[in-house]
């Protein structure tokens, strides 16, 4: 750790507290004389090329600074040599942000304003970013959220994986597989001319919203996903993390259920930002968007489960499995609600 601080020019003795919410890098609180910041290590199994991360970023800095002012967008701050990434052989990929004062994180949506405030940013986020060109961004993953290609590596994992668990989860599958009409309506969006690819987050969890002492959004962070593509994703990873009171690691499954008035809240939130961007077709696919994120996110994780828990940190043995059945779970409560929420048109 001594070398990542030195590398970014802060003291030795800085105190360093790890932040535990995300299951892919690993997040530090970074305490110094100089100031506070966060420290990040990047996961690159998952993000194969980092830079490319930064080329992004880095662009979309450049547009924000240019045509908006007064938009917060926490940059990376530069090493001593100058550069966003601190390469330590054999350890991974280093960068550092700065700590924003006043700010903090949440890690449930506890009401329906947190809820509003965070889909105005994303959405706001994407509106600003109405006129950047998106093809000169970098993918980061390749097919994050194409649900054909997350579809094909489910498939393989029943295949492929580790047979016993294939054959324990015979029923979750069929149930699962019952659903890939989602993945048809997905591939019929992806030859939808209606359908744009824009500047996209990617993964719009709660946590990844600054909000101030008075519970109001400040910005956005977290732009390691930041890739064209669809406004499903954004949209439907809120309604997958905000419209249920516990989250994806929650055992008991009684506990799983759908607050209608924060799909409302995010749509509303969403909309105000978005609303002249949106095409009158993508204005109707709101719903669907709840359906593809919850969806995706089932089957990738019970395609880890199968691959033995390869990509995602486990916390116990069949924590991944955990977690496809309550997303599953809440795939089956959303549909409860389809037509009233397909009723809420703007
Ligand atoms: C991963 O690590 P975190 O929480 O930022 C994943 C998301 C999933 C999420 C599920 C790069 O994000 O796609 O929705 O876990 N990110 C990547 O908790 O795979
Ligand atoms: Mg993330």
């Avoid at 908006?68 to 966003?84: M, R, T």
């Avoid at 060109?133 to 993953?141: D, G, Q, W, Y």
Wanted: with cysteine.
């Amino acid at each position: 750790m001594i070398t990542v601080l030195t590398a970014f020019g802060l003291p030795s003795d800085s105190v360093v507290e790890p932040i535990t919410s995300g299951i892919i890098n690993s997040t530090w609180k970074v305490k110094s004389t100089k100031g506070n910041y966060i420290l990040q290590r990047i996961n690159d199994h998952v993000f194969a090329s980092p830079e490319n991360i930064h080329h992004n970023i880095a662009a979309i800095a450049q547009y924000l600074k240019k045509n908006f002012q007064h938009y917060l967008f926490p940059a990376p701050i530069l090493s001593l040599d100058g550069s966003e990434l601190v390469h330590i052989p054999s350890k991974g990929y280093y960068r550092l942000f700065p700590f924003i004062a006043g700010t903090h994180t949440i890690n449930v949506v506890e009401d329906t304003k947190q809820a509003f405030e965070a889909a105005e940013q994303f959405g706001r986020f994407t509106a600003h970013l109405g006129g950047f060109n998106v093809a000169e961004l970098k993918v980061t993953i390749p097919h994050f959220h194409d649900l054909s290609f997350r579809y094909k590596q489910f498939v393989d994992s029943i295949q492929h994986g580790n047979a016993e668990r294939v054959k324990e989860e015979q029923s979750l599958i069929n149930r699962l597989v019952k659903l890939d009409y989602l993945v048809k309506q997905y591939e019929a969006i992806t030859q939808n001319p209606a359908f744009k690819k824009r500047v996209t987050h990617h993964d719009t969890k709660i946590s990844n919203v600054l909000f101030n002492n008075d519970n109001n959004a400040v910005c956005i962070i977290d732009l390691d996903t930041l890739m064209p593509g669809y406004f499903i994703s954004d949209v439907g990873d809120m309604m997958r993390t905000y419209l249920c009171p516990v989250s994806e690691n929650e055992e008991d499954i009684s506990k799983i259920i759908i607050r209608p008035s924060f799909y409302y809240a995010i749509v509303d939130g969403y909309y105000k930002e978005m609303k002249n961007e949106l095409t009158a077709v993508e204005k109707t696919y709101f719903f669907y968007a709840a359906q593809f994120m919850i969806y995706m996110q089932a089957i990738r994780f019970l395609t880890d489960y199968f691959n033995n828990d390869q990509y995602y940190q486990i916390l116990y043995k069949n924590h991944n499995l955990v977690r496809a059945i309550n997303q599953t779970v809440l795939l089956d409560r959303l549909m409860e609600h389809e037509l009233a929420f397909k009723k809420f048109v703007l």
